[in-house]
């Protein structure tokens, strides 16, 4: 069983995993990070990605041992602090694209990734939005709500959103 060193959200962990070990189940079993979600495990629903080396990648087809030496990224590390959110986490919220919040870690990983590529490029294309969001399946009512928040995280869109719960900043 190799011993393997994991960069996880800034922090440095040693595991001895089986060669065969996900890394979903390193992140969820070992280290408790269980923000990322397991869906279809085949990597189409895209509920487990995060973020290796600032890039999305699905942990449910990467093998732990093929993490070794990178950076990770999880939802657990996207928040500046416990008292803020991170603007794609604050969008999501606003306009109610969080639905039964299955999905909603994957999603919001995938669209960090584009908010950080995009910081200092000024707003994001909506070809880039709908490409991003186009790697999730959301089993809920529907994409609405996520493709607006979506927009509004990343600029592409500044109006108040339709669907946002009561009390929500609009």
Same mark, same amino acid.
Do not use: K, W
């Given at each position: 069983?190799? %011993? ?126 709908? %490409? ?39």
């Amino acid at each position: 069983m190799p %011993e393997i060193t994991l960069h996880v959200n800034g922090r440095e962990h040693r595991l001895d995993v089986p060669d065969r070990m996900l890394l979903t189940d390193a992140l969820r079993d070992r280290l408790g990070l269980t923000g990322t979600h397991v869906g279809c495990e085949h990597g189409v629903c895209g509920a487990c990605t995060v973020l290796m080396d600032d890039r999305p990648v699905r942990a449910c087809l990467t093998l732990a041992v093929q993490a070794e030496g990178r950076r990770i990224r999880t939802v657990e590390s996207v928040a500046p602090s416990e008292d803020a959110l991170h603007p794609v986490q604050q969008a999501m919220r606003d306009c109610h694209g969080l639905q039964c919040g299955f999905c909603t870690p994957g999603i919001v990983m995938s669209l960090v990734a584009l908010h950080e590529r995009a910081e200092g490029a000024g707003t994001v294309a909506e070809e880039e939005i709908d %490409e991003t969001l186009s790697g999730h399946l959301c089993r809920c009512t529907g994409y609405r709500n996520i493709t607006a928040a979506a927009r509004r995280a990343l600029g592409a869109d500044t109006a108040p959103c339709e669907h946002a719960p009561e009390g929500a900043d609009r």
